[in-house]
Each structure stands twice: as C-alpha cells, then as structure tokens.
C-alpha cells in the first residue's frame, strides 16, 4: 500500500476503484500544515495541488527527503510547475491531464529512486 498526503485547496479524491493500492495517511488545505504533516508521517507520496512556490517545494523537500513530490497545477502556469520540479518536486500534471494519466504519474512517482546528495559545496 503506497501512503499519500494530498496537500489541496480543492477536493483531490483518490478513489479506490482507480487507486487500490493507495492510501491517504494525511490531507490539508494549507501549504505549512502540509509541510509539518510530511515531517511527521513521511508518506511515499505527497500531491501537492497548491501554487507551487520554489521556496514551499525545497521546504516540503527538506521535511520528507525520501518521499516522491507530484506537482498539480493550471496548464496556464506551466512555469510555476517546471520551476517546482527545479525546486525539489519530482514531477508535475496539469489540471488537464486526464486522471488515468494522473494515477500513472502516482504510481511512477512512488517508486524507489535514488538518494539524491544534499551536501553544499
């Protein structure tokens, strides 16, 4: 079972007939709730379908360095999303991505990856 923690303002449902083996461990609507919640439950997945600020990715990054970081967001702003994925998020969907599309991303998203060297020069 993959854990998620969806980070939303608007309704995000993952359903158990498109998604068995995924289960929300944790969901809020605000962005430092949804950061505080990742350091403490440090779910395989977090959906993070808020603005994607740089600064509140490299945070959610920092809180929950192992867990897969999914950017959802308006097609129309695919800046704020590429620069999400700069920041730390390993992905990103549009809000017209269909949601089979969606799921994969998930799923791809929850698999092992390496660990990434944090260390500053």
């Known amino acids: 079972m993959t854990t998620v923690l969806v980070v939303s303002s608007r309704d995000f449902v993952l359903d158990r007939d498109?998604?068995?083996h995924m289960e929300v461990v944790g969901r809020t609507g605000d962005p430092q709730h949804g950061i505080d919640?990742?350091?403490r439950l440090q779910p395989e997945v977090i959906v993070w379908a808020q603005q994607a600020r740089p600064a509140d990715i490299r945070d959610l990054r920092r809180a929950a360095a192992d867990s897969a970081i999914l950017v959802l967001g308006p097609r129309e702003r695919w800046w704020e999303l590429e620069?999400?994925?700069d920041a730390g998020a390993d992905g990103y969907?549009?809000?017209a991505t269909p949601l089979d599309a969606t799921i994969r991303a998930l799923e791809t998203a929850r698999r092992p990856r390496p660990r990434r060297d944090?260390?500053?020069h």
Request: no cysteine; proline share 7%; glycine share 6%.
């Open 18 to 20: 498109v998604s068995p």
């Open 37 to 39: 919640l990742a350091e």
């Open 83 to 85: 620069g999400a994925v």
């Open 93 to 95: 969907a549009t809000d």
């Open 118 to 120: 944090v260390r500053t």
